[in-house]
């Protein structure tokens, strides 16, 4: 995965609303996560190229890919996954994956081992 570089700052700035400076204090400071700023980055370039209804999508892929120094299956995957749903935990509200919500009917493996009776 690559990371956020000094000339991504403004662009991640305009995308997420806050103030420039700020921005760059808080990636130095390693407050932000690279990967969904990528993610962001990767997003808008894209949808820019493909406005333009000049370029095949592939092309666009592979150029997006490597501007940003990322995969075209990152690309493919920032533009077209949505994003996924979170579940919680009915009983104490910590984060549970999707399987879990199902398997274990809302529950984390926490909650069940508690309702379970051993004799
Ligand atoms: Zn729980």
């Known amino acids: 995965m690559n990371r956020i570089r000094d000339k991504d700052i403004p662009r991640l ?7 420039q400076d700020d921005f760059a204090k808080l990636v130095s400071m390693g407050l932000i ?16 190229l493909k406005n333009k209804k000049y370029y095949k999508i592939k092309q666009i892929v ?24 979170l579940h919680y935990c009915t009983q104490c509200m910590r984060l ?10 809302g529950l984390c493996d926490d909650c069940v081992s508690k309702n379970i009776i051993v004799d």
């Open 96 to 105: 549970i994956s999707a399987r879990d919500n199902i398997r274990n009917n």
């Open 62 to 85: 592979k150029a997006v890919a490597d501007e940003y120094g990322v995969t075209e299956h990152f690309v493919h995957d920032s533009v077209y996954t949505r994003k996924k749903r």
């Open 33 to 48: 996560d690279h990967a969904p700023a990528m993610r962001l980055l990767v997003k808008y370039s894209f949808q820019k």
């Open 13 to 19: 700035a305009m995308l997420t609303k806050v103030n």
